[in-house]
């Protein structure tokens, strides 16, 4: 089982980043998908959720209107794309998977910098 995450790196405030996570030995198209961020010395807090059809969409409030998630289940990956970011955005971005059994599964972070 693993989630792996990509696309983090450094932007301007303005900017854009699309991050990616592919996911390996989960139900991925029966799996809730969702991107989490935790910047330093803060709890992880939720970012964007998709269900397995991706018929049902959740965005934090400070993220409605910037981000985007979305997902190809033919090639088990989920994808956020960040427009609009801003410094408070800097954070490492987690992938997360709650899969059929009922468990929650997390991937590696990626590292998500936006400078001034």
């Known amino acids: 089982v693993q989630l792996q995450a990509s696309g983090g790196g450094l932007v301007q405030a303005g900017g854009s980043l699309r991050l990616s996570c592919a996911a390996s030995?989960?139900?991925?198209?029966?799996?809730?998908m969702g991107w989490y961020r935790q910047a330093p010395g803060k709890q992880r807090d939720l970012v964007a959720t998709?269900?397995?059809?991706?018929?049902?969409?959740n965005y934090a409030e400070s993220v409605k209107g910037r981000f985007t998630i979305s997902r190809d289940n033919p090639k088990n990956t989920v994808y956020l794309q960040l427009n609009s970011l801003k410094p408070e955005d800097t954070a490492v971005y987690y992938c997360?998977?709650?899969?059929?059994?009922?468990?929650?599964?997390w991937g590696q972070g990626t590292q998500v910098t936006v400078s001034s």
């Open positions: 997360n998977a709650k899969i059929p059994s009922g468990d929650s599964l």
């Open positions: 030995g989960i139900a991925f198209r029966f799996s809730i």
């Open positions: 998709i269900s397995g059809g991706g018929g049902s969409i």
